[in-house]
Each structure stands twice: as structure tokens, then as C-alpha cells.
């Protein structure tokens, strides 16, 4: 595929939501794919819909990412500008032009007339009121109107609209990429408005216009535009471009975890996850939202995640790195069916791309967060340490501070089914006995710790392989945890003596 143009064209009404982040990483993946640019366009010509913040917080969201686009408001490029308020004058000679050649035209009606019209349909049981190939005849525009009277009404600075003449009975056909030949009758369509009337373009025309001005080669997006797409594809004929038209792509829905209706933020919250890749703060509302950056995920592990939203390698492999997933990256294995949202399967994700970094990565912000929330210092290298032993059982990162206090403070409470069935008489004496041999081990490794242990306690008759977990008791409180034998390299073989004595005190004292 030569010269792949492809463009995310998000609307700022709002946090972008993980499905248009979605959206933006399979054009991000398909313009890689194929050597192509993948370009960010800001569909602001909805001035009662913009939202401020929200187009900050996309450019944030993709950087975040690592998905940032080669042209766009802040990159620039040979197509600029790429904001759609910047461009409101390219749009009315195409809505001319279309009027002009007969497939737009001028309506004036109020928004009680409109009203007026669909409560008129809805009586007469109509299911679907709209202004369309029929009604458009029992309505105030140029096709109802004298040329003379729709003259004197624009002279008059009345206000109105333009609006795409659908022809009647036709069929429009295009060839989606993901579901094959779409073939929808004109009958359903309604005469979209295209202009508005404080001047600015709609959706549809401004979208159409660009991606041709920008040379859009794929049309990329969710399937909630499939319904818009014969639209689009006649306006595309009708300005004379048809044979340049993007190829579409829709891709299927992010389906709710129990695959009932779309993914939609009030579902996220019901479940309790995030839904914004970054907190979001609604200036409207004032309502701020988790995102998955502070819930603790990894840019890394939550693309991976978005990769298998609705696409698959056909291969067993579940990771893959960006570069990786765009070697794999195919269209053709794009789904049509709606994919679930499987918060499990996310945070999975995520535990797989803690377990592979690198510790240094997480150990800056477990110093910082163990002075700050416990007053305890941590030298780097004991931080690296500690997460070395952790990684394999965190989701998060910010579990790090929690889980390592384990390793600085004494317990003083222990774990009672396990004190229950495995504090015997014998297990105090035995454990003693390998306290008295730590206490001079004090550069100890993990190895040699194992070792000591059941070297010693073999010399005395032991079996050690029932002290293990009586071991982990005296040393953490705990009944189960990370490997024992680094936290006694961590701990060092003196202070772990010392800690094992004085469980061992206050054990005896407890019971
Ligand atoms: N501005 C539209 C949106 O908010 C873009 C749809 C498209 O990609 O054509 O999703």
C-alpha cells in the first residue's frame, strides 16, 4: 500500500474515552504498518459541544501512549491546519457547490416547525420521523420556496441551514474493509444538515471535505459511524471525488464486561474501572475520573491490552510491544463482532509488563513514597531488591510502598490459622537454633540462606521442610508471601536473627 494517510479525528466534547484511544492506536498501527502518517485532526465545529481541556487532554492521552501523531495542530504538516475551527472558510463553496449542482439546498424551518413536523409524523405512526426525500416536499427550503422568496430570505439575514438532498430510491454501496460490501437504501437516510446556520459545517461535511483536502487514504473508526458512512459516500460522489474516496474501516464495538450493550462510562463506573486513559477532570461537572495512568497501569501494558480490543495476531502470542505490534498488525484480522471489555484481562496485562521491567524503572518512586507515607528510608539498591521480590505479585506499581513494609517492620501480629496448626513445641526450638547461625551471616544471599537453613536443622534431626512456613511466620506475620529466603538476603542475616528471636518472644507471650 502506497502513500497510507490515516487520520484520528476526535471530537473535544469531553475525556477521551479508552474506545477512541482504541481508535487511535489501530490507525496509529495501520499507518505504521504500511509506512504511512498518521495524522491528528480536532473536530471543534460543534461550538455547543466543546469542552476545555479535552483536546489538551487527547494530545496528553497519546503522548502518554507513545502513539503521537507526524501532523496535527501542535506537529503541523503540508495539510494544516488540522483544527477544524481554523479551516471554517474552506467548507461553504463545497455546500455551494453541492447546491449549485442540485444535491444541497437552503431550508429555513424553525425549531418549532421542525418540532411541529415530528409530532405531525409521529401521529400518523411513523417510527422514524425525519427530514427526508419525502417530507423535505412539505417543508420551508429552496425546493419548496420560490427562487425569489429563498433570495429574499437570505437577503434578510433569515436564519438557515443547508442540507444534502438525498436522492430517492437509490442505492449506496461501500466496500468496508472490516465488513465487506454495506448496502443501504436511500429511503432510511434524512437530509442531514451540512451548514449550519451560525456558519459552521456539521460533522459529515467538514469530516468529508478534510479527509480529502488532507489525502485520507483509510477511514479508520468506531463502528457507531456506519450508520453516517452512505452518507459520506455520497457526498463524496456528489463532489466529484468518488474516485479518491478513503477506503472505510469500522471497527466493531467495546462491548460492556458481560457483552450487554456498549461500554459506556457509567457501566465503567458501576464495575468500578476507569474509562478515561487519564484522570479526567469534567469542568462541567466538576466530577473528577480515575484513569488508567493513576490506577497504576503501564502506557505499554494498556496498548497491548487496547491491541486485542477487537483485533488478534491468529497466533497464541499475547504480548506484544508497540514495534511488535505493528510488525503483526493486520486489517484483515479485525473483527466485526463486538468485543467485551475484560478488566481482568487488563490488569493481567499489566502484571505481565511489571514482572519483565526493569526494577530501577519503579525504584525512585518506592523511596519516595516509603519516606513520605512511613518515614522510612531506603537506599537504591535495597529499593531494586525489594521490587525484584515483589514484581511477580503486584498489578500495580503503587502496591510497591505497601507490600515492602514487610521488610522494615517488625510483625507484631501473626497469622492465626497458621500459628493454629504449626506453632508447636518444636517449632520455636528449631527456629532458634537457625536464628543463632544467621546472626553472624550478614552479607547473606538468598542461596546461602537456604543453605544454612537446612543444613542446620538436618544437623539437629529436623525435617526443615516443616519449618518453612513457620519460618515466613516469625519473619513477616504472614502465612504466604514472596520467596522467604530473599527476604532474609534483604533483611540481612543479623537483623533477621534478631526478628526471628523476637517473634519467637512474642509468640510464646501470646499464647
Ligand atoms: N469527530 C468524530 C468523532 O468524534 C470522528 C469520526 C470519524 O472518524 O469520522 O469520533
Not at 466543546?50 to 487527547?58: D, L, P, S
Not at 412539505?138 to 442540507?163: A, C, F, H, Q, W
Not at 478488566?343 to 523511596?367: G, T
Amino acid at each position: 500500500m502506497d502513500n497510507v494517510r490515516v487520520r484520528f479525528a476526535p471530537s473535544p466534547t469531553g475525556g477521551l474515552h479508552i474506545g477512541g484511544l482504541r481508535t487511535a492506536l489501530f490507525n496509529y498501527l495501520f499507518a505504521k504498518k504500511y509506512n504511512g502518517k498518521f495524522i491528528l485532526r480536532i473536530e471543534d465545529t460543534d461550538q455547543a459541544r466543546f469542552v476545555e481541556g479535552a483536546e489538551e487532554y487527547i494530545k496528553d492521552t497519546l503522548t502518554w501512549c507513545g502513539i503521537s501523531p507526524e501532523e496535527g495542530p501542535d506537529q503541523g504538516g503540508e495539510y494544516g491546519p488540522y483544527r477544524q475551527s481554523e479551516r471554517k472558510e474552506i467548507y461553504l463553496q463545497y455546500a455551494e457547490k453541492l447546491i449549485a449542482d442540485g444535491n444541497a439546498y437552503y431550508a429555513f424551518d424553525t425549531p418549532e416547525e421542525l418540532e411541529a413536523m415530528r409530532e405531525r409524523l409521529k401521529e400518523g405512526r411513523v417510527v422514524n420521523p425525519q427530514y427526508d426525500t419525502i417530507t423535505r416536499t412539505t417543508m420551508k427550503n429552496s425546493l419548496t420556496l420560490t427562487e425569489e422568496e429563498v433570495k429574499r430570505r437570505i437577503d434578510n439575514g433569515d436564519p438557515y441551514v443547508i442540507r444534502i438532498k438525498i436522492p430517492k430510491k437509490e442505492e449506496v454501496r461501500l466496500n468496508d474493509m472490516v465488513r465487506g460490501w454495506v448496502m443501504v437504501h436511500t429511503e432510511v437516510l434524512d437530509d442531514k444538515v451540512l451548514m449550519k446556520s451560525d456558519g459552521m459545517p456539521t460533522y459529515h461535511l467538514a469530516n468529508i471535505v478534510d479527509d480529502h483536502l488532507m489525502k485520507i487514504t483509510h477511514v479508520i473508526r468506531g463502528e457507531e459511524w456506519l450508520p453516517s458512512a452512505p452518507l459520506h459516500v455520497l457526498l463524496y460522489q456528489f463532489l466529484g471525488w468518488e474516485d479518491e474516496m478513503p477506503q472505510f474501516a469500522h471497527l466493531p464495538l467495546i462491548l460492556k464486561p458481560d457483552g450487554n450493550g456498549k461500554l459506556s462510562k457509567r457501566a465503567a463506573d458501576k464495575a468500578g474501572f476507569p474509562i478515561f486513559p487519564l484522570n479526567w477532570n469534567d469542568p462541567e461537572t466538576g466530577e473528577t475520573s480515575i484513569g488508567f495512568k493513576e490506577t497504576g497501569f503501564l502506557p505499554e501494558a494498556l496498548i497491548n491490552f487496547l491491541a486485542f480490543l477487537g483485533w488478534n495476531p491468529g497466533t497464541e502470542q499475547e504480548i506484544f510491544s508497540l514495534e511488535e505490534l505493528v510488525n503483526e498488525f493486520s486489517e484483515k484480522r479485525i473483527n466485526k463482532a463486538g468485543t467485551k471489555f475484560d478488566f481482568d484481562k487488563a490488569k493481567w496485562f499489566n502484571q505481565q509488563y511489571i514482572k519483565a521491567s526493569n526494577s530501577k524503572d519503579f525504584a525512585d518512586d518506592l523511596i519516595k513514597g516509603l519516606t513520605k507515607e512511613h518515614g522510612i528510608e531506603c537506599t537504591l539498591e535495597k529499593a531494586v531488591q525489594i521490587i525484584d521480590l515483589l514484581k511477580e505479585r503486584v498489578t500495580y506499581p503503587n502496591e510497591f510502598v505497601d507490600n515492602s513494609l514487610i521488610l522494615f517492620n517488625q510483625p507484631q501480629s501473626f497469622d492465626e490459622k497458621v500459628v493454629r496448626k504449626k506453632w508447636d513445641a518444636e517449632a520455636p526450638k528449631a527456629l532458634m537454633i537457625f536464628a543463632e547461625k544467621l546472626k553472624a551471616a550478614e552479607n547473606i544471599t538468598a542461596e546461602h540462606a537456604k543453605t544454612l537453613f537446612w543444613q542446620t536443622l538436618e544437623a539437629e534431626g529436623y525435617k526443615p521442610g516443616q519449618f518453612m512456613q513457620t519460618l515466613r511466620l516469625v519473619l513477616t506475620g504472614e502465612g504466604s508471601g514472596p520467596d522467604l529466603m530473599t527476604i532474609i538476603e534483604i533483611l540481612g542475616g543479623e537483623n533477621a536473627s534478631n526478628r526471628i528471636k523476637l517473634s519467637i518472644d512474642l509468640l510464646n507471650n501470646q499464647s
